[in-house]
């Protein structure tokens, strides 16, 4: 089974800071690892997938993710974050071969002017 | 078109009342999901229907009823629900790279 822990309930930032948001997760067998973004009233949005290959990979809206195996942990990170960034984030664990993806409890990143 | 249409956008029913969410995609996508998700929650997995076959159900009460008529429509049909079902019910399709493409979601308030 896997499971998905997101550090940072709220991450509160000023515009044009960097941004961190922590996720770690646990499974026994290799899995897939998505950050998703949801705005206000909306579905979820992708930014970025790990599915194998390159451990830093870069997704939309200038995000990046770094999938660190021994470390269990594929942090979000964006150099610069702008107001329209308010939202909320989840970390999402996936199972290859799996239909379930297991999302974590959500970071609500919130951009101050 | 890379896109999930799902409607009513939103919904208010009664507890004694039958109504059905809808959910459409035309990417080719062979998988199809129910999420619930509740204010200030992350999304939980109701249904998988995978090739129109019901993979995946969570222990959902008999209340909710999915349907996949074809590869392109998915549907969760309502009945004697409780207030606390109020919540956003979110459809998702997948292929093989088993990234999630959701819908804006269906509010649904049951009164």
């Known amino acids: 089974a896997q499971s998905v822990t997101q550090l940072d309930s709220q991450v509160p930032v000023f515009e044009e800071a960097p941004v961190e948001l922590r996720c770690n997760y646990s499974?026994?067998?290799?899995?897939?690892l998505f950050w998703y973004v949801q705005y206000p009233n909306q579905g979820l949005q992708l930014l970025l997938k790990y599915l194998s290959g390159s451990t830093l990979v870069k997704g939309i809206n200038g995000f990046e993710a770094e999938f660190n195996k021994s470390q269990t942990s594929f942090h979000l990170r964006k150099p610069s974050v702008h107001i329209s960034d308010t939202a909320e984030y989840f970390c999402?664990?996936?199972?290859?071969?799996?239909?379930?993806?297991?999302f974590g409890a959500g970071t609500r990143l919130f951009v101050k002017a | 078109d890379t896109e999930v249409t799902q409607t009513p956008k939103h919904l208010v029913m009664g507890m004694t009342n039958k109504k059905s969410l809808k959910c459409e995609q035309h990417?080719?996508?062979?998988?199809m999901y129910w999420y619930k998700q509740k204010a200030k929650k992350p999304p939980e997995l109701m249904f998988v229907?995978?090739?129109?076959?019901?993979?995946i159900n969570e222990s959902v009460p008999s209340r909710f009823s999915p349907e996949c008529p074809n590869s392109s429509l998915l549907n969760l049909h309502l009945h004697a629900l409780q207030p606390e079902d109020s919540a956003l019910y979110l459809c998702?399709?997948?292929?093989?790279?088993?990234?999630?493409?959701f819908g804006a979601g269906s509010r649904l308030t049951v009164l």
């Open positions: 998702a399709s997948s292929q093989r790279d088993n990234v999630l493409t």
């Open positions: 499974s026994s067998v290799s899995v897939y």
């Open positions: 229907y995978s090739y129109e076959k019901l993979s």
């Open positions: 990417m080719g996508h062979r998988a």
């Open positions: 999402a664990v996936r199972g290859g071969g799996g239909f379930k993806t297991i």
